[in-house]
């Protein structure tokens, strides 16, 4: 049986997301079993996900994939480089021979590798290193970097879809990763871009029309929608980050110092600034926009406010995941879990319960996923869902 691997957040599921899994197999054949590694509570913005973990699987079962695995907290709120890391790592960890289907702007995954590998190069490293002491951002000296060797290649991390795909290069040979075979097509711009394109609409739209309670099924394919009508009726969804504006507020104004010097992408005397603001400001828009600056990027500093509303540290980031955990599945995806059972290289977790038998250090990482998801409830509108401890309540889903 032939796999293919997407790795993805499903922020929520939609049409682009459909297509992607019809081009995979359009390149792999009709009976490849799809495997997406997905994030879970949390996604890499460093806010919750517009709904949850459990019913974003279901969305992506219902319109094509047929496993779904988690990309735990700790790698899903995370940057680019690690987020890659993460999901690299998931699919490597099944030991199964897989084929890593990614959309690119470019469609070139020749050239993708090459700007993958010239990235990895002493001098290309030391040439970031000199441009980021300038005091421009990290993004901006790795590809002033780049363009000192291959300037074809610095324009190529201009797209944000190349910056993942150049990541999950240098990921599969970070990782020695052989069994994983990187494939990429050329993919319609959607998921950053800020308008509607007949049935296509980037995520971070869709979600600005889900909290204003708008119509989106013209974009999320018709059985994925009946899942998301299902959750908004309900009321688990969509979760808004300013229900816990105040939580996250009074967790920055309590932290110690070590606490911050520990934060993920703290260096560079960052935390000081952050907690600094922390402490002083009276919403969470302030505290971004206090430390927020040319030489650090929003983005970045969303996800240190996760980190620390959610207790992830630096150190956390540096390992990758310790288990593979199954968020949802079909008959196709069961054959995968069938062949994974004797050859994966990590736990594999079906049931919520098997967590409790984890290594010391693989549960501290389940541990935050356990935050994750309840800080998520919290974010919900309807104050009856914000229940805890839900982590714990539901297995995969099974299709």
């Given amino acids: 049986m032939k796999i293919a691997g997407i790795i993805a957040e499903y922020n929520p599921f939609h049409s682009g997301h459909a297509l992607h899994i019809e081009k995979t197999r359009e390149k792999c054949g009709e009976d490849t079993a799809v495997v997406c590694v997905m994030s ?20 992506a079962l219902v319109s094509g994939a047929d496993l779904v ?15 890659a890391a993460g999901g690299v790592a998931v699919l490597q960890a099944l030991n199964l021979p897989i084929v890593l289907s990614f959309g690119s702007e470019c469609g ?25 002491k300038a005091g ?17 290649g610095a324009e190529l991390l201009r797209g944000p879809n190349n910056i993942l795909g150049v990541e999950y290069l240098k990921a ?23 308008a509607e394109s007949g049935s296509l609409a980037p995520a971070s739209r869709l979600r600005e029309l889900m909290r204003e309670g708008r119509d989106v099924s013209p974009y999320i394919p018709e ?73 650090y990027a929003l983005s970045r500093i969303r996800r240190m ?36 059972r004797t050859a994966a290289k990590k736990p594999l977790i079906t049931k919520p319960a098997a967590a409790k038998l984890l290594e010391p250090e693989a549960r501290e990482i389940f541990d935050i996923d356990v935050r994750a998801t309840d800080l998520f409830r919290l974010a919900l509108n309807d104050p009856e869902n914000r229940l805890g401890g839900t982590e714990w309540t539901y297995g995969p889903v099974i299709m």
């Fill in 40 to 59: 879970g509570s949390f996604v890499q913005r460093g806010e919750p996900a517009i709904l949850s973990k459990r019913a974003r699987a279901e969305m």
């Fill in 69 to 83: 695995l988690e990309n735990p907290t700790v790698w899903a709120v995370s940057s680019a480089e690690r987020f």
């Fill in 108 to 132: 070139d995954i020749e050239k993708l590798q090459k700007s993958a590998d010239l990235l990895g190069l002493d001098a290309v490293r030391e040439g970031v290193k000199l441009a980021m």
């Fill in 136 to 152: 421009i951002s990290y993004a901006a000296a790795r590809e002033k970097a780049l363009a000192a060797v291959y300037r074809e």
């Fill in 172 to 194: 599969i040979s970070a990782l020695g990763a052989e069994k994983i075979e990187p494939f990429t097509f050329q993919r319609i711009a959607t998921e950053h871009d800020g």
């Fill in 223 to 295: 059985a994925a929608h009946a899942i998301l009508s299902r959750e908004l009726e309900a009321g688990l969804a969509p979760a808004n980050i300013n229900n816990i504006e105040a939580a996250i507020l009074y967790r920055l104004r309590t932290m110690g110092e070590e606490e911050f010097a520990a934060l993920p992408d703290a260096s560079e005397g960052l935390w000081r600034r952050l907690m600094a603001a922390g402490r002083r400001e009276a919403s969470l828009d302030a505290v971004l926009s206090s430390v927020k600056s040319k030489r």
């Fill in 305 to 340: 406010v996760a980190a620390a509303a959610l207790g992830i540290s630096a150190e956390d980031q540096r390992g990758l995941p310790p288990y593979i955990r199954v968020l949802g599945c079909n008959e196709r995806g069961r054959k995968v879990l069938h062949l994974a």
